[in-house]
């Protein structure tokens, strides 16, 4: 079982540019997560899903859609990147939206933009 | 909408020193609480979690947490820390009801330790 999966690992973009991160799971959770992580900043929430077909807005959402078309899959696409964006961008996964399950993350993906 | 704070955002400590991590947060009703940590180049995964029960929760590797509501505190401990254990930790804070989306992190506490 592989878990969590996202790809690319690492990527210099320049600004202006799309870019869809990916991330699958084949845990069948159906609450799935993308984070940021900046330094000082900690990890925050960029968009949700808490089940295929529903997405929601976290706490940085601008500049960053999803979607979720099934339960494995929870893409991140930055529309028109800015260097604001460079960052580390963690999917996770949790069995449900349950507030008492444990998070399952993924290695990440680094993202430069120029 | 919770908060959670740490407090001690770089810890350097020699092997076998006892760690205390401080994680406060905010939140009116009740809440679920975790650690995470994340070690160098890996991705974060569960140390251990707090909902019900004893306010006294073990985790992995000799990693123990205790809940003080009156406090709203869930620090972090360890009494004798290991060159293994350098790695980022991360408290985090979910209402107890309702879905998800409400897991909130804290900024992380980066641990050294010195053999």
């Known amino acids: 079982i592989a878990g969590i999966t996202q790809a690319p690992t690492s990527q210099i973009l320049a600004a202006g540019r799309r870019m869809t991160l990916r991330c699958t799971q084949d845990?069948?959770?159906?609450?799935m997560y993308w984070y940021r992580q900046d330094l000082g900043l900690g990890l925050r929430l960029i968009h949700y899903?808490?089940?295929?077909?529903?997405?929601g807005k976290g706490e940085v959402p601008d500049g960053y859609s999803v979607s979720r078309a099934n339960t494995d899959d929870f893409p991140l696409t930055l529309a028109s990147a800015v260097p604001s964006q460079t960052s580390v961008y963690f999917c996770?996964?949790?069995?449900?939206?349950?507030?008492?399950?444990?998070?399952?993350f993924g290695p990440g993906t680094r993202l430069t933009v120029l | 909408a919770q908060s959670v704070s740490q407090h001690n955002h770089h810890v350097i400590l020699s092997e076998a020193a006892s760690l205390e991590l401080g994680c406060n947060y905010s939140?009116?009703?009740?809440?679920?609480l975790f650690w995470y940590v994340q070690y160098p180049g890996q991705h974060l995964q569960l140390l251990l979690k707090?909902?019900?029960?004893?306010?006294l929760v073990k985790g992995i590797k000799g990693f123990e947490a205790e809940f003080i509501k009156s406090k709203f505190s869930f620090n972090l401990r360890k009494p004798s820390v290991q060159w293994s254990d350098t790695a980022e930790y991360f408290c985090?804070?979910?209402?107890?009801?309702?879905?998800?989306?409400?897991?909130?992190f804290g900024i992380g506490t980066k641990l050294q330790v010195i053999p």
């Open positions: 996770a996964s949790r069995p449900s939206g349950s507030g008492t399950d444990t998070q399952y």
């Open positions: 845990m069948r959770h159906n609450a």
């Open positions: 899903s808490n089940t295929a077909g529903t997405t």
């Open positions: 939140y009116g009703g009740t809440v679920n």
């Open positions: 707090y909902f019900s029960g004893d306010p």
């Open positions: 985090a804070v979910n209402p107890f009801s309702g879905g998800y989306q409400k897991v909130t």
